[in-house]
């Protein structure tokens, strides 16, 4: 069994920066690709940044020069630092995981529960 658990939501106003994190535990052999999507009110769920096990990374352009994805091999979690936060950021960051559990052959993809971030004007 393998979870993701997401934290650092919260409210905050434009201009501010908020840090997500999220912690995957479990019988994992091996992660893959880290994702943050995120789901704002009254649109669909889009990709917002991704890191690769080799640390490289990409970004939405909404969010480029503004967001950092990292992440800790050794502790298996990946992180998103927002700054410059805008009202259109506000919605529900979900994290994503490819990852290979104890015993099996190939990688799966796994979600969290999500957090909610709010900015206000």
């Known amino acids: 069994q393998v979870q993701l658990v997401e934290s650092g939501g919260g409210l905050v106003q434009a201009g501010g920066s908020l840090r997500l994190s999220c912690a995957a535990s479990?019988?994992?052999?091996?992660?893959?690709?880290m994702h943050w999507y995120r789901q704002g009110p009254g649109k669909q769920r889009e990709l917002v940044a991704a890191?690769?096990?080799?640390?490289?990374?990409n970004y939405a352009d909404s969010v480029k020069g503004r967001f950092t994805i990292s992440r800790d091999n050794a502790k298996n979690t990946v992180y998103l630092q927002m700054n410059s936060l805008k009202p259109e950021d506000t919605g529900v960051y979900y994290c994503?995981?490819?990852?290979?559990?104890?015993?099996?052959?190939?990688?799966?993809?796994?979600w969290g529960q999500g957090t909610q971030v709010t900015v206000s004007s």
């Open positions: 994503n995981a490819q990852i290979r559990v104890v015993g099996s052959p190939a990688f799966r993809n796994y």
């Open positions: 890191t690769t096990s080799g640390r490289s990374t």
């Open positions: 479990g019988s994992i052999f091996s992660i893959n690709t």
